[in-house]
């Protein structure tokens, strides 16, 4: 995974408002032929834990493949979530309302159950762009970003594009119950070379300050992250409930990025006229890195959508992860 920026296609690209608002917000998202897909399991159960498959051997950089990200639904009605823990990267980003939703990233392993699985945005182009053709999962998305994603370097799959690969789950009301099979996307796991992000891995930087528990705060949302030695890693809360997953697993990123970015407004409104924010991860910024019960200060710089993000020291140096699930929290910058 290390730091080194490939080249990729040269083609360009271009949650809620609260309880009362849960269903007309996903009205203004459309699948990409039309409605969202409402296959049944058949059985009612819950969907299967993300632990059943072991971690894939990485192949070589030659015969990497694409990643899978897959956007996930995080209001209270979608948790406890499934298959979040076995994502290499999750990105949290803000959507309408002030709310929050994620964006999973796999390479080493592919569970047998993502979701819930929910609509994508216009930032979410810009932002997979540092991968090599990734295969992007969705629910739909508004009318008028169809025609960008068709447009992006990446292979979109929707329940329309791919109804096997979907089911309806029994434990959670719609729109909030939608789950992803991601062998029925993608072959093998295409292994770590495929994370193309930018990111360093290897031993803690020196310095830093010691910090346990770290809250990012968004208008209608916020994340805690605690440090926890038994764990190796960082245990997440989602607006004050521990996460865990649907086979009760809890989630413990080894390392959380708070990236402070520019979030704008885009050009694209729901049903509702509620224009969504656009999460520009493309430029520079401050940014804290948390690893090892420690915090470190660090300048985050992208200065393309086909590059990598890389995080720097004040010396100039990169500010290593450690290996393990990452966290990268998208906030607003003042």
Not at 275 to 297: F, N
Request: with cysteine; net charge positive; proline share 8%.
């Amino acid at each position: 995974m290390g730091g080194s920026t490939r080249m990729r296609c040269a083609a360009s690209a271009v949650a809620l408002l609260a309880a009362v608002t849960t269903a007309t917000v996903m009205t203004g998202c459309t699948a990409r032929h039309g409605t969202v897909g409402d296959q049944q399991d058949g059985k009612g159960h819950t969907p299967a834990p993300a632990r059943e498959l072991p971690r894939s051997q990485a192949p070589s950089p030659e015969h990497a493949g694409p990643v899978l990200a897959v956007k996930i639904d995080n209001v209270q009605a979608a948790r406890p979530q499934t298959g979040l823990d076995a994502a290499d990267i999750v990105y949290a980003e803000q959507v309408e309302g002030g709310l929050t939703r994620l964006m999973a990233v796999y390479a080493t392993r592919l569970p047998p159950v993502v979701g819930p699985v929910r609509s994508a945005r216009e930032s979410d182009l810009e932002l997979l762009r540092q991968f090599d053709h990734p295969t992007l999962a969705f629910s739909g998305a508004q009318h008028r970003l169809l025609p960008l994603i068709d447009a992006a370097p990446l292979t979109a799959r929707t329940p329309d594009d791919k109804p096997d690969a979907y089911f309806r789950g029994a434990a959670k009301p719609s729109p909030h119950n939608l789950y992803l099979r991601p062998g029925k996307l993608l072959g093998p796991a295409p292994g770590a070379d495929a994370l193309t992000t930018g990111f360093h891995y290897g031993p803690a930087p020196a310095g830093g300050r010691a910090e346990t528990s770290r809250t990012v705060h968004y208008p209608a949302a916020r994340f805690t992250f605690t440090w926890s030695a038994g764990r190796h890693g960082w245990q997440v809360a989602m607006d004050g409930r521990q996460t865990v997953t649907t086979d009760d697993r809890r989630v413990v990123p080894a390392t959380v990025v708070v990236q402070h970015v520019k979030v704008r407004t885009s050009d694209l409104h729901d049903a509702l006229g509620n224009y969504t924010p656009y999460t520009e991860t493309v430029g520079s910024g401050k940014a804290e890195v948390l690893r090892g019960g420690r915090v470190y200060d660090a300048t985050w710089k992208r200065p393309s959508a086909a590059d990598g993000t890389r995080f720097t020291a004040a010396d100039g140096t990169d500010v290593n992860f450690a290996r393990g699930q990452v966290w990268v929290v998208l906030t607003p910058r003042p």
